[in-house]
T-cell receptor, first 114, second 110 residues
């Protein structure tokens, strides 16, 4: 039983394309996140949603648009992909108002832009 | 700039030895957490220590926190080959945003 699942796991695409990564959590959590991990393993938060509302929006190009159809899903759509977008994207979730509680991560989506 | 920085960046030890990793951060925190990432996998939560705590144990893990020095350490005792992974500290402030450090890559040599 996967707690946080994201698809696809691997994605290779050409520059300029538009792609989406889907994320679902079955933990009943209210807060979901997208993190980006670069080639140096540095992990940085991109977005945070709480009950389908955007809470955190770090300095991310507006080519990246998160969409939360319900609190169990947070998808990431990327327009006009660039070489620098190549990274591993992690979805995560935790309970609302759960400062200090565990964040559960998905297995990651490896995006390669060629 | 990033909140946490781990030291060392990479660590190789013999199986059975203890491994110590350090994390330094810059601003005040509510808590600090340690995560493990196996190669090609997501991050897994290991342990959380709150700002009013100084030490915490979980199995073979021991975490210390010194808020005056803005630093934390993770000790893994009696290391095993399965402990080979990258370890990240993450700090959480008042906005509940978790900010990750740069990670320590630990290799346990059988």
């Amino acid at each position: 039983d996967t707690a946080v699942s994201q698809t696809p796991k691997y994605l290779v695409t050409q520059m300029g394309n538009d792609k989406s990564i889907k994320c679902e959590q079955n933990l009943g959590h209210d807060t979901m996140y997208w993190y980006k991990q670069d080639s140096k393993k540095f992990l940085k938060i991109m977005f945070s949603y709480n009950n389908k509302e955007l809470i955190i929006n770090e300095t991310v190009p507006n080519r990246f648009s998160p969409k939360s159809p319900d609190k169990a899903h947070l998808n990431l759509h990327i327009n006009s992909l660039e070489l620098g977008d190549s990274a591993v994207y992690f979805c995560a979730s935790r309970r609302q108002g759960a400062g200090g509680n565990t964040i559960y991560f998905g297995e990651g989506s490896w995006l390669t832009v060629v | 700039s990033q909140q946490g920085e781990e030291d060392p960046q990479a660590l190789s030890i013999q199986e059975g030895e203890n491994a110590t990793m350090n994390c330094s951060y810059k601003t005040s925190i509510n808590n600090l957490q340690w995560y493990r990432q196996n190669s090609g996998r997501g991050l897994v939560h290991l342990i959380l220590i709150r700002s009013n705590e100084r030490e915490k144990h979980s199995g073979r893990l021991r975490v210390t926190l010194d808020t005056s020095k803005k630093s934390s350490s993770l000790l893994i005792t009696a290391s095993r080959a399965a402990d080979t992974a990258s370890y990240f500290c993450a700090t959480e402030g008042g906005n509940e945003k978790l900010t990750f450090g740069t990670g320590t890559r630990l290799t346990i040599i059988p």
